[in-house]
DNA sequence: GCAAACTATATTGTGCACAACTTAATTTCA
DNA sequence: TGAAATTAAGTTGTGCACAATATAGTTTGC
């Protein structure tokens, strides 16, 4: 019999849950910022840049087209997290740079990480080794995307 | 300087873009099915099982709830895939089956698991190393959800 | 036997994600 | 230089995903 159509043996479909759970993982955590998962992955670019970013470089560093990241940065902006403003020597893009309360926000946001690493239960090591494995996979896969 | 915070450093932004980048392997194929990859889902769990779900087994297999189920089954039994129907065993319940374009889909479906795995780039030994440890990590953060 | 607790599904509201399309600004090049 | 092509955002429509809530059917316990 073909077992190529059972769910369980699907690596996709572990993928699937895997992306689900993660994403209840960090909702708590993320709630105490106020903050969804897509929104903590916008701050951490915003963070890690002191520059404004154009929501073009946002848009290909996360891989999100402007039908996601429009609405996206406008509740953002709403929540005083971030400001928007066409760019005087482009006036086709749109700068965002965070607020007040978007770079403070920062200090709450600095032990998420270590937090979740803890929360998976994978070793210094083995968190390399499958960095680099779902790396190599991603590098074969948008190839042919 | 920390560098926690650097999106690049992050598993769960690898898992996230993963997760997008192989939607969009499956999304021709599955076109051509006139499936979601959701609605994949769905498919393949009715057709290993003989017999009709109901939709809390269903959800159960996909961890999905019925916000989720409810308007997605709906959708799949306007497109003639699937038929919903009260269990008159349990009112509570409502029982899914499949249709028979629904069932006839699975010839075509058949092909999908391998052309995927083809895409992937991977050897057998990769995939089944990858399911084993993407295993252990959803085992891991599940206790914690 | 019947009220309280439980169970299965549906509904509502919010927030992505993306394809297809629109608008406006900039660049290219004949 | 001015029309055509390109680029950046925004808009619209569809489809998940889920929390919170509502509803109806079933089971439990006194």
Same mark, same amino acid.
């Given at each position: 019999?073909? @077992?190529?159509?059972?769910i369980e043996n699907q690596l996709?479909?572990? =993928?699937?849950? +895997?992306? !689900?759970?993660?994403? /209840? *993982? ?30 073009? @470089? ?5 891989e999100l087209n402007s039908g996601? =990241?429009?609405? +996206?940065? !406008?509740?953002?902006? /709403? *929540? ?7 760019n005087c020597e482009d006036e ?54």
């Amino acid at each position: 019999m073909n @077992e190529s159509l059972h769910i369980e043996n699907q690596l996709c479909f572990r =993928l699937y849950q +895997l992306n !689900k759970s993660i994403t /209840k *993982l960090y909702a708590p955590l993320l709630k105490e910022a106020g903050l969804t998962y897509p929104q903590y992955l916008v701050m951490l670019i915003l963070w890690q840049n002191d520059q404004a970013q154009t929501i073009k @470089e946002i848009g290909d560093i996360l891989e999100l087209n402007s039908g996601t =990241l429009s609405p +996206l940065l !406008k509740r953002m902006e /709403k *929540l005083d997290l971030l400001k928007r403003a066409r760019n005087c020597e482009d006036e086709r893009s749109v700068l965002v740079t965070l607020t007040a309360h978007g770079k403070e926000l920062k200090l709450k946001a600095k032990f998420i990480p270590a937090k979740l690493f803890m929360l998976t239960g994978l070793s210094k090591d083995e968190l390399i080794h499958l960095k680099h494995d779902l790396d190599s996979l991603i590098d074969n896969i948008q190839q042919h995307v």
